[in-house]
């Protein structure tokens, strides 16, 4: 399959994002309450960008659950994007002698476009075929962001492209995307928090717009009952979470969900983020605060960003041991989402979730060359590694175990099936391999096989761009698909419609099932797909859930 440049892509998603032509018509305006809402008309759809949903989260809301808005009863335009949330600042390190292939796309990946951010940021947009009306009833994808909730945005990606492949293959729906808070601002994790009912502010944010699409996206031409919730990276783990929050009590909110390199993590309790909101109260001078909730609330916003941004980020030396994310709160996540997912606890709906076959080497970088930790050389290093950051709780037979089902063997590391080539150092390709079953690869094949014959259940692998030195088929690279109108927005424009990705010329994708575990290949080159049975590194991943059951991340 050819591949459109990266570059290209992300150059085109930001003109089109930036640059909105009027055209000739009047602008499209949409009721809601007792105000008119004036979008833009840009060719085959129309646009409503950057509505907000909730109340300003500063001031006395900051760190609070998100406040709906009253009725709408002014007028106002919706051009252009809303600010992004508050960014977590992270700089991919430093990697020399690696071939320029390798760092374009680490830098287009790790440095996205950095729009402009506010902490009144609770915007969402709706993409609509120009000819949508109020009666139309299109089903609707509703996007969420990734970008290891840390940082990320509506505005980075252009929703046009969805639309317009509906209605190419003839099943029109209706695109929304929502901001929610991230880092500190949106998973703020201790005792006082949840103490205090505010944990997972960011996936509450979600879950506000995700009302506010049932209340309003009629005015659209949207159907309230067809909702898909879509997302990737950080947001395919959100649409995962979405769908165990509240004990798997969907309340109507969508009737379907797609995943892309993310499901429900193994995270703990809420009370593992101690230690980051303790150095954020030092950082801010809140120590001696009687409620240092509430004097959070009143640092000023850029001393409080300066704090944040002290803490470790996804592409610090414990990458995706990440500081600031969801985590089980007691209330909107009762447990880890491991166990909800045990007990039967999750959303009764059908859903789509696959991941890159090299998601871990994107993030294994950060463990190349540190000034306070040796480079990974030996496995004493690796064992010290995983150990300190991993699994500090298991005992030395886990980790030896873990270390031997993931070993030093070059050839058994990720890039996977590359043999001996891309081994930028003794341990990178053990590292890569490592983070990417722990974090992506194990807990989809957990969370398929444990809703086996419960609900309708596909999965898919991408191993296009296989060929990219030390990278592999990275990370987020199956958005490049998406991005360019391709097999998988074709995918997933069916299954908005019908609760079914197949119908069109793409290759019959099967169901996940017991008797057959079909998973569908992306492939590079002349056949595009194929299908075989998702049974790769079967003990590894089914050890490593195990350890993660037991001692969550």
Not at 7 to 24: N, T
Request: glycine share 8%; hydrophobic share 40%.
């Amino acid at each position: 399959m050819k591949h459109t440049p990266l570059s290209l892509l992300l150059a085109e998603s930001v003109a089109r994002a930036s640059a909105r032509p009027y055209g000739e018509h009047s602008p499209p305006t949409v009721t809601l309450d007792s105000a008119t809402v004036t979008g833009v008309s840009s060719g085959s759809v129309n646009e409503f960008l950057g509505i907000p949903f909730a109340q300003p989260p500063i001031g006395d809301l900051r760190f609070q659950l998100p406040q709906s808005l009253p009725p709408y009863n002014t007028s106002f335009s919706a051009t252009t994007y809303g600010p992004a949330c508050p960014q977590q600042t992270a700089q991919f390190p430093a990697v020399s002698g690696l071939p320029a292939e390798t760092l374009d796309y680490l830098a287009l990946l790790s440095s996205p476009p950095a729009p402009p951010s506010a902490e009144d940021c609770l915007t969402l947009n709706v993409i609509t075929p120009a000819d949508a009306a109020h009666e139309s009833k299109l089903p609707v994808v509703v996007w969420i962001y990734g970008g290891g909730f840390e940082q990320g945005a509506t505005s980075t990606f252009n929703g046009t492209v969805i639309v317009d492949k509906a209605i190419s293959l003839g099943v029109p729906a209706i695109y929304v995307s929502m901001n929610y808070r991230l880092n500190a601002f949106g998973f703020l994790a201790s005792q006082e928090v949840k103490d205090a009912g505010i944990g997972n502010l960011g996936l509450r944010d979600q879950r506000l717009a995700l009302y506010w699409v049932q209340k309003y996206i009629c005015r659209f031409g949207g159907d309230p009952t067809k909702v898909t919730i879509w997302g990737q990276s950080a947001g395919a783990i959100s649409v995962g979470l979405q769908m165990v929050a509240n004990d798997g009590n969907s309340d109507g909110l969508f009737r379907a969900a797609f995943m892309q390199s993310g499901s429900p993590p193994p995270v703990g309790d809420i009370l593992q983020g101690q230690k980051y909101y303790d150095a954020l109260v030092s950082e801010t001078g809140c120590s001696s605060a009687s409620d240092t909730l509430q004097c959070l609330r009143e640092v000023p916003y850029g001393a409080l960003l300066g704090a944040m941004n002290q803490s470790p980020n996804i592409f610090s030396y414990q990458s995706l041991i990440i500081s600031w994310q969801p985590r089980a709160d007691g209330v909107f996540l009762t447990d880890d989402p491991q166990k909800l997912i045990q007990r039967g606890l999750v959303a009764d709906v059908p859903f789509v979730t696959g991941d890159c076959d090299d998601e871990g080497t994107m993030f294994s970088f950060s463990t190349l060359n540190v000034t306070t930790i040796s480079p990974l050389r030996t496995d004493t290093q690796f064992e010290e590694y995983i150990r300190t950051y991993w699994f500090p709780n298991a005992t030395s037979t886990t980790i030896k175990e873990v270390m031997r089902y993931y070993p030093a063997n070059i050839s058994q590391g990720s890039p996977f099936d590359t043999r001996m080539l891309n081994a930028l150092t003794p341990q990178f390709k053990r590292i890569a391999a490592l983070q990417g079953d722990a974090v992506f690869q194990a807990p989809r094949r957990f969370f398929l096989q444990n809703r086996l014959g419960k609900q309708a259940l596909w999965t898919y692998a991408s191993k296009r761009l296989k060929t990219v030195p030390y990278l592999g088929a990275f990370h987020g690279s199956d958005m490049l698909d998406v991005e360019g109108g391709q097999d998988i927005a074709s995918y997933l424009v069916r299954f908005v419609s019908n609760l079914d990705p197949n119908g069109g010329t793409d290759l019959y994708w099967p169901q996940y099932t017991t008797a057959e575990p079909t998973i569908l290949e992306l492939l590079d080159g002349p056949i595009p797909q194929a299908l075989t049975e998702d049974t790769y590194r079967v003990d590894a991943m089914k050890f490593l859930t195990k350890v993660t059951l037991a001692y969550p991340l």
